[in-house]
């Protein structure tokens, strides 16, 4: 068998590559859902962001387009955490015994 096919039926490099797609899927899909959501929610239902919040000069739509900004600012650090934490130290230990 090759190098390369003893690398790709490696169990670490197998839970590395579950682990990597898992999370980008993951992600993507949910800020994929919250993007559609607020747009069908803006073609659907425009009266319903175009109302103010209570007490205050701006409608929801602000607050929920500022949210979903503030969603995918979370995702980003979430995934270079998750990134850092689990899938780098797991990189570097089939590196060193590929090598």
């Known amino acids: 068998m090759s190098r390369r096919g003893e690398l790709l039926n490696d169990a ?18 949910f800020l994929t859902a919250a993007y559609l959501s607020y747009g069908l929610a803006g073609l659907y239902a425009p009266a319903l962001l175009a109302t103010p919040l209570p007490g205050a000069a701006i409608t929801w739509s602000l607050v929920l387009g500022y949210a979903i900004i503030v969603l995918g600012i979370a995702c980003s650090i979430g995934y270079v955490w998750q990134v850092n934490r689990i899938i780098a130290p797991l990189q570097k230990k089939i590196a060193g015994e590929w090598r």
């Open 12 to 29: 670490d490099f197998r839970r590395l590559l579950h682990r990597r797609s898992r999370l980008r899927w993951g992600l993507a899909g």
